[in-house]
């Protein structure tokens, strides 16, 4: 390998493993936040249910609960603000970048899988939030049009993204054949199972979980990568 290829492919690997560490800091905090969330709903049924049994009980229980439950309102919608800017700054600075350092080392290899990311998480995020902004304007005025757009839109946003997902399997594909990497190999496999497994409600939980291996084998590999390729026990 050329030294400006090296640098190109150090480079690539540098963004997915910053990626791929925000991702793993974003996994525990949306499972964070989604606990909350569910320790929220069962104060809200254990309170409504106090109520109905207890009578005017239920306003003092109400009274007591409040701050814990606007605590915890607070705190899930901190967390998550921060998990989805992680997300964003994971994604479109260093997981999509990633890919495009790959291109200008193997083309034909990593231009299907970079274009279906920019395609998939680029136009399915302006997507959603076009739709978002005229769900809002559709939700003040209750102008029944708009608001079918804006689900419409949320359709395709969702599909978009559903684009960009397909795209990190097949660059993990990628990875694995360009660097004989049973780690990515196992990576692009969990990433197919997850994907199934979020339509699934039973065990839709277990999708995250998944994820969480998935990044944190991800950031193990390209740092092993970046290792062998500077000392020179890999040569591409």
Known sequence: MSSSAKDVVLSGLSKL???????????ILLGVSSVTLMMLFFISVNTTVSGVVGGINYFREIRHLSPLVITAVLSFLIVAIVAVILLLISIYFYLVPSAKQFVMWRPLDFSTPSKLMRLGYVSGALTLLTA????????????????????????????????????VIIYFFRLRDAFNSTIFLITAILLIISLVVTFIPIVSALAVILELIVWVLVFIEANSLRDKITSGTIQV
């Open 132 to 167: 978002f902004i005229l769900l809002i304007i559709a939700i003040v005025p209750q102008i029944p049009v708009i608001a079918l757009v804006s689900i419409v839109l949320i359709i395709v946003g969702f599909i978009l993204l559903l684009i960009g997902r397909i795209g």
């Open 17 to 27: 493993r910053t990626s791929a560490l925000l991702l793993i800091i974003t996994v």
